[in-house]
């Protein structure tokens, strides 16, 4: 399934410090890489045509000193000339990175991100997460702790785990196929992780009339739904040959998230999502755009209900029976 990871760059130490992880990762998938550079003209400048080719020949010219550097056999991750191409494309970066990526046949994007909050979050947004709103393709999404960090996969330290959140919703099976695919073609094994939203009523009136009051007791069920539903999933997995751990927690969705990846230190999270427009992460939010801001753990995403190869769901059982209790990331 990865056959080519498109790797896109802006001249930027934060875009390059996604190349070490993307190169790493075509080495271990014996991938090639296509690094990606879009040319987008200042608003201010006239839009003549020699200006135009001045900024696309200044984006060839810098892809191709990258790529350059990938082909000497002296650095760490070395990748032959055959193995990495360059594009360069002309446009808005966040639509044309989308489209192009498929259209050069990539398989998985990689790119990192400021992680933004607050006001610049709203005025700014994320690029990457604007390419995962418009792309058909899986996102590998990562924020780096510092400005000029770059991510790295220890030589020798094989990948530890995947761990993949699940709501119970076919949609939210969307991350299910590119995920155990990168698990299969890398192999490590996969854990599969539910958040279960506590149960709390809504009482009107004084005395709650017509109420449940066991809320305890319906948090449980909600539990015991998503338990059956992961062990579905698992069993399926399992008779695939996959290596498959499976695991409930109950409390706030994005919390009990970090929490997890956090006390167990996973190498990829995978997680579908709405990747909602501007609009709808203000008034809304957004479980997985939360979880990206708040760990520097590389996150594999796909657009909740973008197709997959295997349609079919790994519910044993209607999915929105679990899903309806959880939260949809």
Same mark, same amino acid.
């Given at each position: 399934?990865?056959? @080519?990871?498109?790797?896109?760059?802006?001249?930027?130490?934060?875009a390059?410090?996604?190349?070490?992880?993307?190169?790493?990762?075509a080495?271990?998938?014996?991938?090639?890489i296509?690094?990606?550079?879009?040319?987008?003209?200042?608003?201010?400048?006239?839009?003549?045509?020699d200006?135009?080719?001045?900024? !696309?020949?200044?984006?060839?010219s810098?892809?191709?000193?990258?790529?350059?550097?990938?082909?000497? #056999?002296?650095?760490k991750?070395?990748?032959?000339?055959?193995?990495?191409?360059?594009?360069?494309?002309?446009?808005?970066?966040?639509?044309?990175?989308?489209?192009?990526?498929p259209?050069?046949?990539?398989?998985?994007?990689?790119?990192?991100?400021?992680g933004?909050?607050?006001?610049?979050r709203?005025?700014?947004?994320?690029v990457a997460?604007?390419?995962?709103?418009?792309?058909?393709? #899986?996102?590998? /999404?990562y924020?780096?702790?510092?400005?000029?960090?770059?991510? *790295?996969? #220890?030589?020798?330290?094989p990948?530890?785990? /995947?761990?993949?959140?699940?709501?119970?919703?076919?949609?939210?099976?969307?991350?299910?196929?590119?995920?155990i695919?990168?698990?299969?073609?890398?192999g490590?094994?996969?854990?599969?992780?539910?958040?279960v939203?506590?149960? /709390? #009523?809504?009482?009107?009136?004084?005395?709650?009339?017509?109420v449940?009051?066991?809320?305890?007791?319906?948090?449980?069920?909600?539990?015991?739904?998503?338990?059956?539903?992961?062990?579905?999933?698992?069993?399926?997995?399992?008779t695939?040959?996959?290596?498959?751990?499976?695991?409930?927690?109950?409390?706030?969705?994005?919390?009990?998230?970090?929490?997890?990846?956090?006390?167990?230190?996973?190498?990829?999270?995978?997680?579908?999502?709405?990747?909602r427009? @501007?609009?709808?992460? !203000?008034?809304?939010?957004?479980?997985? *755009?939360?979880?990206?801001r708040?760990?520097?753990?590389?996150?594999?995403?796909? @657009?909740?209900?973008?197709?997959?190869?295997k349609?079919?769901?790994?519910?044993?059982?209607?999915?929105? @029976?679990?899903?309806?209790n959880?939260?949809?990331?």
């Amino acid at each position: 399934m990865y056959a @080519k990871i498109v790797v896109p760059l802006d001249g930027s130490e934060l875009a390059e410090a996604s190349l070490p992880y993307a190169l790493e990762l075509a080495n271990r998938l014996n991938a090639s890489i296509l690094l990606l550079r879009i040319a987008e003209l200042n608003n201010l400048v006239s839009d003549t045509t020699d200006h135009e080719l001045e900024v !696309i020949n200044r984006a060839e010219s810098y892809l191709q000193g990258v790529k350059e550097n990938i082909n000497n #056999p002296a650095t760490k991750y070395f990748l032959p000339n055959e193995r990495v191409e360059t594009v360069v494309g002309y446009g808005e970066a966040v639509h044309e990175i989308a489209e192009i990526a498929p259209f050069e046949k990539g398989d998985l994007i990689v790119m990192t991100t400021h992680g933004r909050t607050g006001v610049a979050r709203m005025v700014v947004g994320s690029v990457a997460f604007r390419v995962l709103q418009h792309s058909t393709l #899986p996102v590998l /999404i990562y924020k780096p702790a510092k400005p000029n960090e770059k991510l *790295d996969i #220890p030589s020798g330290n094989p990948i530890n785990s /995947i761990v993949i959140t699940l709501d119970g919703t076919t949609e939210g099976e969307t991350i299910i196929e590119p995920a155990i695919a990168l698990a299969k073609n890398i192999g490590v094994p996969i854990t599969l992780l539910g958040v279960v939203q506590p149960f /709390i #009523p809504i009482e009107y009136g004084e005395f709650a009339s017509g109420v449940n009051m066991e809320p305890d007791r319906e948090t449980e069920e909600r539990r015991v739904h998503a338990i059956e539903y992961l062990s579905n999933v698992q069993t399926r997995l399992a008779t695939q040959g996959f290596t498959v751990n499976s695991l409930v927690r109950v409390g706030n969705s994005a919390d009990e998230i970090l929490g997890y990846i956090q006390e167990t230190g996973p190498a990829i999270l995978a997680m579908a999502t709405h990747a909602r427009g @501007k609009l709808g992460q !203000i008034l809304v939010g957004s479980v997985a *755009d939360e979880v990206m801001r708040s760990t520097h753990l590389p996150i594999l995403m796909v @657009k909740r209900g973008i197709p997959t190869k295997k349609a079919q769901s790994y519910v044993g059982e209607p999915a929105n @029976k679990v899903g309806a209790n959880t939260t949809n990331f």
